[in-house]
């Protein structure tokens, strides 16, 4: 269990750069991975088994294989969290590529390279770049091509933003009782 952290230049060779969980229980609240590398899920990798409970974090320029979160046959749940600028170096998603069960909800997956996820994600109420055909999003989902992006703590503010400069457009969220606890 891990809360308000920071995992910033971590290096793995094979499998998750700052997190490696092969059967059992991760939990994140409020943490950001920066710059991390590994074969597998830059940032995080579960397989296994593992079960990723993700609440109100943020990726960013992390770099692997496939993903800079890879889940490789656990099941994640990422509510409210921010994938941005991540890179997937041969095959998958930038920000996410899963052979598990994974929920995105509530979330941001901008600029992840050619594609933010791939495999069995399920995506609700989010707002991301671009998907692979195997991604399944519900209506209130927004697709569209971004430029940049705000993430706001709730130190900073209880909302997380996307804001597209070639059309002004702005999406924002408030965040739960529960994470601005």
């Known amino acids: 269990y891990l809360k308000n952290c920071n995992l910033i230049h971590n290096n793995s ?5 700052a997190i490696y969980s092969d059967g059992g229980s991760v939990k994140l609240l409020n943490c950001a991975f920066k ?3 590994s074969g597998y899920g830059g940032a995080v990798c579960i397989k296994g088994g593992a079960v990723l409970d993700m609440l109100n974090c943020t990726l960013f ?3 692997s294989n496939s993903g800079a979160l890879y889940n490789g046959g656990g099941e994640a749940n ?19 590529t899963s052979l598990g069960k994974t929920k995105l909800v509530g979330s941001i997956a901008s600029l992840n390279g050619d594609t933010d996820l791939d495999g069995n994600v399920s995506v609700y109420g989010s707002y991301i770049t671009n998907s692979s055909d195997n991604v399944t999003a519900d209506t209130s989902t927004v697709t569209d091509s971004g430029n940049r992006i ?6 900073n503010g209880s909302y997380w ?3 597209n400069t070639s059309d002004k457009a702005s999406y924002k969220t408030a965040l739960s009782t529960l994470i601005k606890e």
């Open 61 to 63: 320029s992390n770099t």
């Open 150 to 155: 705000f993430s706001c703590t709730p130190n």
């Open 78 to 96: 990422i509510i409210y969290s921010t994938f941005n600028g991540n890179t997937a170096k041969s095959s998958g998603g930038g920000a996410i």
């Open 13 to 17: 060779g094979a499998a998750g750069g």
């Open 161 to 163: 933003y996307f804001y």
């Open 35 to 37: 710059e991390n590398t």
